[in-house]
């Protein structure tokens, strides 16, 4: 071939890997600018605050209204905070229940918040804290991905699981929230359980708290849930 074409066909690969070049940076930096946009559009919308949980936040053996979530609503209104909120919680609902449904969820309500608590039934069903871990991860990823910001609402077994297993259990959802830089509310039952009036404040199955505990409940959830929420 002659010395012209090859300098000819040398000009265009390198024509070829520039612009080859570009489009790969220029790909990347949306990849990376694209989360960050999310956040932006969430932050400018209304807030929709998603709770995704099991019976201590679906009201189990309360009447309705008397739960932390529905007393979240009512403090978002006395601050004068507008803002939704969707009780998506399930009696007897585990994190495999959970991620089964989130998707759905998230395409639905379009929150710029999500509420996660579950994990207690897994341990009462035994489920292995692996899976607890990974599901609880995966959804966590999955809301962010969608623009939302997740808080873990973390729960605690009784000590009759074994202190290694209470451990263990326990050390999962702040281990979830480190992972995926999620904010952590590091025991829902805080001031219920361990508190002086315990006796009181659980309903005869010794499982779900009574109507009494429930402002407690949200007084634990609330100042991790403030941060995040648009000033009034």
Do not use: C
């Amino acid at each position: 071939m002659a010395a012209g074409g090859i300098e000819d066909i040398e000009k265009g690969l390198r024509v070829v890997n520039r612009r080859h070049f570009i489009l790969t940076g220029t790909v990347a930096g949306f990849a990376g600018y694209w989360p960050v946009a999310q956040a932006q559009a969430a932050a400018s919308r209304k807030p929709l605050i998603l709770v995704v949980g099991d019976s201590l936040s679906a009201e189990y053996g309360l009447k309705r209204g008397e739960g932390w979530v529905p007393l979240l609503e009512k403090r978002l209104a006395e601050q004068k905070i507008a803002a939704t909120v969707v009780n998506a919680s399930i009696s007897g609902d585990t994190t495999a229940g959970g991620r089964a449904r989130l998707a759905a969820l998230l395409s639905q309500h379009k929150p710029t918040h999500l509420l996660l608590e579950l994990g207690g039934n897994d341990a009462l069903r035994g489920l292995s804290l692996s899976s607890t871990e990974d599901n609880l991860t995966q959804m966590t990823k999955a809301a962010q991905a969608a623009g939302a910001q997740v808080v873990i609402v973390g729960i605690q077994v009784p000590p009759n699981y074994g202190s290694d297993y209470t451990r263990r259990f326990e050390a999962i959802f702040a281990k979830v929230a480190s992972s995926t830089k999620a904010a952590l509310v590091p025991f829902l039952l805080k001031g219920v359980v361990d508190g002086p009036e315990a006796a009181t404040l659980f309903q005869p199955d010794r499982i779900h708290p009574t109507a009494a505990a429930q402002p407690r409940m949200l007084d634990n959830v609330w100042p991790v849930l403030r941060k995040l929420l648009p000033s009034k």
